[in-house]
């Protein structure tokens, strides 16, 4: 059984046009309402940021315009490889941790999960499966 509950949130693309917390820089509803979830279920959380890896929600970061939708196979695989160094270097050994990702397909499938169940992690996708309406409604049905 895991001891540690960690959120992991992909960014989105609607953000505030100035430098601001991470955590206070996505502004669409999918991301409040991602946030809101893990900030309610998790002992921890980062975003994934298609710029800049893992993203403590306390740093500031400028706006920014980059998706991992427009990446290759290859750069979202390296992309991959690098959160999980950072999750280890930031949280040591990941084998007593539970993610729970709130994040599309792009950000996860390419070697996020797999690169984290190697290392002993557990892995939840509350919404998998689910289109964006649902999603906005899985995540909205949550904020009571």
Not at 78 to 95: F, P
């Amino acid at each position: 059984m895991s001891d540690r509950r960690i959120g992991l949130v992909g960014c989105v693309k609607g953000k505030l046009p100035q430098a601001a917390p991470a955590r206070d820089l996505y502004v669409s509803d999918l991301f409040l309402g991602r946030r809101a979830f893990v900030e309610r279920t998790c002992d921890r959380w980062f975003i994934l940021s298609a710029l800049h890896g893992l993203v403590d929600p306390s740093r500031v970061l400028e706006p920014y315009d980059r998706t991992l939708k427009d990446a290759s196979a290859a750069e979202r695989r390296a992309w991959s490889a690098r959160v999980v160094e950072d999750l280890k270097r930031t949280l040591g050994n990941l084998g007593d941790v539970t993610f729970e990702v709130h994040a599309g397909t792009e950000y996860r499938e390419f070697g996020l999960r797999q690169g984290l169940e190697r290392e002993g992690a557990t892995i939840e996708v509350p919404a998998r499966g689910l289109r964006m309406g649902e999603q906005l409604s899985f995540y909205g049905g949550q904020s009571a």
